[in-house]
């Protein structure tokens, strides 16, 4: 049987017949087959199966062992090969197994046998390769590893089990927030579950020492958790809950920890839970933050809340019915009933009542009016509401009650009733007529002043439309419907006819007025007679327009400046002034930009002087107005100031005084004429003649001693003659300049070039002096002047001349320019004499009039230019030829309007 031991022979044994030993003498054979008896013996006592196979793998020796497990007999296995009981053994296999072991001697590989009744189980090869007698073998030893294979199963099963475990505990520790830890205190090996990391924000299996955790624990907290743990450490529970700092947000935690100790005591392993309980902590402050603002709302509702058991006992209430019922808190309340309050036990048995009819009929009641004796002795009245409370099931267990203390509101009905009566005894007394409309202008009331100016009774005018009642029906539809669409009109003028025929002038004021909904439901008006003011009206019209024409023709208007606002109004002779259309009122500063540059610095003074005080009365001023022309104004002013003496407008009076000023400065300029001629005649050409004399008698003298004059001394009669051209010419510019003054030189349009050449060859030849005179004009230039343009370019030539000693040149330049839009002949003088100093260039212009002239004749030329040159609309000015050095010469320019 397989598996059954046979008794060992003497002899080599017949079972194993496929082994041929080698040759040898009786006495070697004998031991070698002792040897191999017991050889085989031993093998058999082998509890895995033995396998001697040739190196083609046919086998040639089993064991027991493998007759036994196969379940063949030893005959029937010597008759087979490898590849007929190894189900993963092919001959190609085989081939290779053969060879592998060849190549490494020895090898151990797994495979499965086959039984002789189908069976098939795994086996462990051990195979070793080796020669003997020139022949190759392998001697395999095979063990059934059905059990070991059974136990790997077992053991792969119980992994993947384990690992399934693992994953729903972290599953389930994600899904609840759960962590979990094992600490070895031993080595300090701490070891945290997925969902620990996860709660502190840190990447899974990171490092972490005690001190790392400490710093993720809220700082607040830290001590707290420190102490706590080294309690735990002492052999205290570990149970805590604290925060901590994870992923850049606070969370809060719940920790619970066993510490385990050794038999002396010392700490060995704790294992322990983190909970994710910011949530929780969420919720918990949520509900208590919900608690905190409904004890608020309960607490500052204008309403007395409370609520009672199914006995009517009191469970809670709010502040205001807790004051009511003269308790120091809310929380007093508790286990009370009606008969513990202060209100009367007739009042106590009527809440009493309503409680227990609302509980047992399980309905609301509303609006209940009643009344309470409060603690303070005032008995007020309520408006009170009872709603039954339920459980879980529908069961009524108790009842909620609100109510409104209406005491002010019951006295203010009452007053509305009283007023009520007050009031129609007002609008009865009054003298505007009064009346309501409803939104389809129907008179729903009127008053008795209704009555009397349209002529009908009040019971007729009711129900009847608001229109027909005057002169014009439409206008009266279109102000009531303006009433409704806008809410209100003012100041809206009628005419009411009176059934006689009378009409009166009226204003309406009339505004909606609403229901207790907000719902507008008429339109109330009040008429006010205008009689008497349409007719101070029209005198007013009439006295203003008497105001404006005495205004006009006195050219004098008023203003008033608004130092407040900054606005300044006036009469309309006053704009008109100023050029401006009548306007109501416009910035100060508009009116300050046309005063002249000039006389701007009072103005100035007056805006930043906060008191104003200091603004002459009495003064006179310019006025550019928009067209280019100017105008003198005369003013007076008054300072308006407020209680506190502080300055809030000023009022003033303005004068056109033009006319007048022109007549002034026409004869201040008569006068000055006069005064230039005397000073003229009586000293500067007396002076002339005197210096002529002078020398006409040191010649005289001369003559009279020598008989005759030498050379030497004929320079006496040129100093004389010099002394009577200057003085010739002196009167010949004073005749010219009065009848310039007196307008008798025609303007004519004439040639710029021509009048220069005349005076160029006017100074062609000039005794004693080398004087060079060029021009540069290219081509005519033609201007509007008159025969006197030649005097200016003779003076300014002659200047030129007069005023320099020794050899002079002098250019005259002519061009076109444009300045401000306006095409100009520039005709520049320029010389390089000794120049004018920049001192008194900046003077030059300002003496350039008749009255600073006056002084002994100096500067008369220039006067005589600069006045023909404003005559002519032209400009004139003097600067240096040479920019900056005025040693080499001026240049005087003059530009006058061109002529196309």
Same mark, same amino acid.
């Given at each position: 049987?397989?598996?059954?031991?046979?008794?060992?022979?003497?002899?080599?044994?017949?079972?194993?017949?496929?082994?041929?030993?080698?040759?040898?003498?009786?006495?070697?054979?004998?031991?070698?087959?002792?040897?191999?008896?017991?050889? /085989?013996?031993? !093998?058999?006592?082998?509890?895995?199966?033995?396998?001697?196979?040739?190196?083609?793998?046919?086998?040639?020796?089993?064991?027991?062992?493998?007759?036994?497990?196969?379940?063949?007999?030893?005959?029937?296995?010597?008759?087979?090969?490898?590849?007929?009981?190894?189900?993963?053994?092919?001959?190609?296999?085989?081939?290779?197994?053969?060879?592998?072991?060849?190549?490494?001697?020895?090898?151990?590989?797994?495979?499965?046998?086959?039984?002789?009744?189908?069976?098939?189980?795994?086996?462990?090869?051990?195979?070793?390769?080796?020669?003997?007698?020139?022949?190759?073998?392998?001697?395999?030893?095979? +063990?059934?590893?059905?059990?070991?294979?059974?136990?790997?199963?077992?053991?792969?099963?119980?992994?993947?089990?384990?690992?399934?475990?693992?994953?729903?505990?972290?599953?389930? %520790?994600?899904?609840?927030?759960?962590?979990?830890?094992?600490?070895?205190?031993?080595?300090?090996?701490?070891?945290?579950?997925?969902?620990?990391?996860?709660?502190?924000?840190?990447?899974?299996?990171?490092?972490?020492?005690?001190?790392?955790?400490?710093?993720?624990?809220?700082?607040?907290?830290?001590?707290?958790?420190?102490?706590?743990?080294?309690?735990?450490?002492?052999?205290?529970?570990?149970?805590?809950?604290?925060?901590?700092?994870?992923?850049?947000?606070?969370?809060?935690?719940?920790?619970?920890?066993?510490?385990?100790?050794?038999?002396?005591?010392?700490?060995?392993?704790?294992?322990?839970?983190?909970?994710?309980?910011?949530?929780?902590?969420?919720?918990?402050?949520?509900?208590?933050?919900?608690?905190?603002?409904?004890?608020?709302?309960?607490?500052?509702?204008?309403?007395?809340?409370?609520?009672?058991?199914?006995?009517?006992?009191?469970?809670?209430?709010?502040?205001?019915?807790?004051?009511?019922?003269?308790?120091?808190?809310?929380?007093?309340?508790?286990?009370?009933? @009606?008969?513990?309050?202060?209100?009367?036990?007739?009042?106590? &048995?009527?809440?009493?009542?309503?409680?227990?009819?609302?509980?047992?009929? @399980?309905?609301?009641?509303?609006?209940?009016?009643?009344?309470?004796?409060?603690?303070?002795?005032?008995?007020?009245?309520?408006?009170?509401?009872?709603?039954?409370?339920?459980?879980?099931?529908?069961?009524?267990?108790?009842?909620?009650?609100?109510?409104?203390?209406?005491?002010?509101? #019951?006295?203010?009905?009452?007053? !509305?009733?009283?007023?009520?009566?007050?009031?129609?005894?007002?609008?009865?007394?009054?003298?505007?007529?009064?009346?309501?409309?409803?939104?389809?202008?129907?008179?729903?009331?009127?008053?008795?002043?209704?009555?009397?100016?349209?002529?009908?009774?009040?019971?007729?005018?009711?129900?009847?439309?608001?229109?027909?009642?005057?002169?014009?029906?439409?206008?009266?539809?279109?102000?009531?419907?303006?009433?409704?669409?806008?809410?209100?009109?003012?100041?809206?003028?009628?005419?009411?006819?009176?059934?006689?025929?009378?009409?009166?002038?009226?204003?309406?004021?009339?505004?909606?007025?609403?229901?207790?909904?907000?719902?507008?439901?008429?339109?109330?008006?009040?008429?006010?007679?205008?009689?008497?003011?349409?007719?101070?009206?029209?005198?007013?019209?009439?006295?203003?327009?008497?105001?404006?024409?005495?205004?006009?023709?006195?050219?004098?208007?008023?203003?008033?400046?608004?130092?407040?606002? &900054?606005?300044?109004?006036?009469?309309?002779?006053?704009?008109?002034?100023?050029?401006?259309?009548?306007?109501?009122?416009?910035?100060?500063? #508009?009116?300050?930009?046309?005063?002249?540059? @000039?006389? +701007?610095?009072? $103005?100035?003074?007056?805006? #930043?002087?906060? +008191?104003?005080?200091?603004?002459?009365?009495?003064?006179?001023?310019?006025?550019?107005?928009?067209?280019?022309?100017?105008?003198?104004?005369?003013?007076?002013?008054?300072?308006?100031?407020?209680?506190?003496?502080?300055?809030?407008?000023?009022?003033?009076?303005?004068? &056109?005084? =033009?006319?007048?000023?022109?007549?002034?400065?026409?004869?201040?300029?008569?006068?000055? %004429?006069?005064?230039?001629?005397?000073?003229?005649?009586?000293?500067?050409?007396?002076?002339?003649?005197?210096?002529?004399?002078?020398?006409?008698?040191?010649?005289?003298?001369?003559?009279?001693?020598?008989?005759?004059?030498?050379?030497?001394?004929?320079?006496?009669?040129?100093?004389?003659?010099?002394?009577?051209?200057?003085?010739?010419?002196?009167?010949?510019?004073?005749?010219?300049?009065?009848?310039?003054?007196?307008?008798?030189?025609?303007? /004519?349009?004439?040639?710029?070039?021509?009048?220069?050449?005349?005076?160029?060859?006017?100074? #062609?030849?000039?005794?004693?002096?080398?004087?060079?005179?060029?021009?540069?004009?290219?081509?005519?230039?033609? $201007? +509007?002047?008159? !025969?006197?343009?030649?005097?200016?370019?003779?003076?300014?030539?002659?200047?030129?001349?007069?005023?320099?000693?020794?050899?002079?040149?002098?250019?005259?330049?002519?061009?076109?320019?444009?300045?401000?839009?306006?095409?100009?002949?520039?005709?520049?003088? /320029?010389?390089?004499?000794?120049?004018?100093?920049?001192?008194?260039?900046?003077?030059?212009?300002?003496?350039? =009039?008749?009255?600073?002239?006056?002084?002994?004749?100096?500067?008369?030329?220039?006067?005589?230019?600069?006045?023909?040159?404003?005559?002519?609309?032209?400009?004139?000015?003097?600067?240096?030829?040479?920019?900056?050095?005025?040693?080499?010469?001026?240049?005087?320019?003059?530009?006058?309007?061109?002529?196309?």
């Amino acid at each position: 049987m397989p598996g059954k031991k046979e008794k060992a022979p003497s002899k080599r044994s017949k079972k194993n017949e496929g082994i041929k030993l080698p040759d040898a003498d009786a006495k070697e054979r004998k031991q070698d087959e002792e040897k191999q008896f017991f050889n /085989e013996y031993l !093998v058999d006592q082998l509890r895995d199966m033995a396998f001697w196979t040739w190196a083609d793998g046919r086998i040639f020796f089993v064991n027991e062992e493998a007759c036994r497990s196969l379940g063949y007999t030893r005959c029937e296995l010597l008759s087979m090969n490898i590849p007929d009981i190894d189900v993963d053994f092919t001959a190609e296999k085989l081939s290779e197994f053969i060879e592998r072991n060849k190549h490494l001697g020895k090898i151990l590989v797994e495979s499965r046998f086959k039984t002789k009744d189908g069976k098939v189980f795994p086996v462990e090869i051990s195979s070793n390769y080796f020669h003997a007698d020139g022949k190759e073998y392998m001697v395999s030893l095979c +063990r059934d590893i059905s059990e070991r294979k059974k136990t790997d199963e077992a053991l792969r099963e119980s992994e993947r089990r384990l690992k399934r475990t693992e994953r729903i505990l972290y599953r389930s %520790q994600e899904a609840g927030k759960v962590g979990s830890w094992h600490l070895d205190l031993r080595n300090n090996d701490l070891w945290w579950s997925p969902e620990t990391y996860r709660i502190f924000g840190l990447p899974p299996n990171t490092g972490l020492s005690y001190e790392d955790f400490l710093a993720i624990v809220y700082e607040e907290d830290r001590a707290g958790v420190d102490r706590a743990w080294k309690e735990a450490l002492a052999g205290k529970p570990y149970e805590i809950e604290h925060r901590v700092f994870a992923n850049g947000q606070v969370k809060w935690v719940y920790e619970k920890a066993i510490i385990d100790f050794d038999a002396h005591g010392t700490p060995m392993f704790g294992i322990g839970t983190v909970v994710d309980i910011t949530e929780r902590k969420r919720a918990e402050n949520a509900i208590v933050q919900s608690k905190i603002i409904l004890q608020l709302v309960m607490d500052n509702v204008p309403q007395a809340i409370f609520w009672k058991d199914r006995n009517s006992t009191y469970l809670g209430c709010n502040k205001i019915f807790a004051r009511a019922a003269g308790l120091k808190t809310p929380e007093d309340i508790r286990g009370k009933t @009606d008969y513990d309050l202060p209100w009367s036990r007739e009042q106590a &048995d009527s809440f009493r009542e309503h409680d227990f009819r609302v509980m047992e009929s @399980d309905t609301p009641e509303y609006h209940i009016i009643e009344q309470q004796r409060e603690a303070s002795g005032r008995v007020a009245w309520l408006e009170t509401s009872k709603v039954p409370l339920h459980d879980l099931e529908g069961n009524v267990t108790g009842i909620l009650c609100t109510y409104e203390d209406i005491t002010e509101r #019951k006295l203010a009905e009452e007053a !509305v009733r009283l007023a009520s009566a007050y009031n129609r005894s007002l609008i009865e007394a009054s003298l505007d007529p009064l009346v309501t409309i409803s939104p389809a202008g129907v008179i729903t009331d009127v008053n008795k002043a209704t009555e009397m100016v349209t002529g009908f009774a009040r019971e007729e005018l009711i129900n009847t439309d608001f229109c027909d009642y005057f002169t014009e029906p439409d206008r009266a539809k279109e102000g009531y419907r303006t009433a409704f669409e806008r809410g209100s009109v003012t100041d809206y003028a009628l005419e009411i006819w009176h059934k006689d025929g009378h009409i009166t002038p009226v204003i309406y004021n009339a505004s909606v007025y609403r229901d207790d909904t907000g719902e507008v439901i008429g339109v109330f008006a009040a008429a006010r007679d205008i009689t008497e003011r349409r007719q101070a009206e029209e005198a007013l019209k009439k006295s203003e327009a008497n105001l404006e024409r005495a205004q006009r023709i006195a050219a004098l208007g008023n203003w008033e400046w608004d130092l407040k606002t &900054d606005q300044l109004s006036g009469s309309r002779e006053y704009f008109r002034m100023f050029g401006l259309d009548h306007q109501e009122a416009v910035p100060f500063e #508009k009116f300050a930009r046309m005063l002249h540059p @000039d006389d +701007r610095k009072w $103005v100035n003074e007056a805006i #930043k002087d906060i +008191r104003y005080d200091n603004l002459p009365r009495d003064y006179e001023f310019r006025i550019l107005l928009p067209d280019g022309k100017e105008r003198y104004i005369h003013s007076i002013v008054e300072v308006i100031l407020d209680e506190n003496g502080r300055p809030i407008k000023v009022f003033g009076t303005m004068q &056109d005084i =033009s006319e007048r000023k022109r007549a002034q400065n026409a004869l201040q300029d008569a006068k000055d %004429q006069v005064e230039l001629y005397v000073d003229l005649m009586g000293h500067d050409i007396n002076n002339m003649n005197q210096i002529s004399l002078g020398f006409l008698e040191l010649a005289h003298n001369i003559i009279e001693m020598e008989g005759k004059l030498g050379e030497d001394n004929i320079v006496l009669l040129d100093r004389a003659m010099d002394s009577l051209n200057n003085s010739s010419q002196l009167i010949d510019s004073v005749r010219k300049l009065q009848r310039e003054k007196m307008g008798l030189y025609e303007p /004519e349009v004439l040639s710029v070039g021509s009048i220069i050449e005349d005076t160029i060859k006017q100074f #062609k030849r000039i005794p004693g002096r080398d004087v060079k005179i060029t021009c540069n004009a290219p081509g005519d230039y033609r $201007v +509007r002047a008159n !025969v006197l343009l030649k005097d200016v370019f003779t003076n300014l030539v002659g200047n030129a001349v007069k005023h320099s000693k020794g050899a002079l040149v002098v250019n005259i330049g002519v061009s076109r320019v444009i300045d401000n839009g306006k095409i100009y002949c520039r005709i520049d003088v /320029e010389d390089d004499g000794p120049g004018i100093p920049d001192t008194l260039k900046s003077t030059l212009f300002d003496r350039l =009039s008749l009255t600073t002239t006056r002084a002994k004749g100096k500067g008369f030329g220039l006067c005589l230019i600069k006045m023909l040159v404003d005559d002519y609309r032209g400009k004139f000015w003097v600067e240096d030829r040479v920019a900056g050095d005025y040693t080499r010469g001026a240049r005087f320019v003059v530009m006058l309007p061109a002529v196309e």
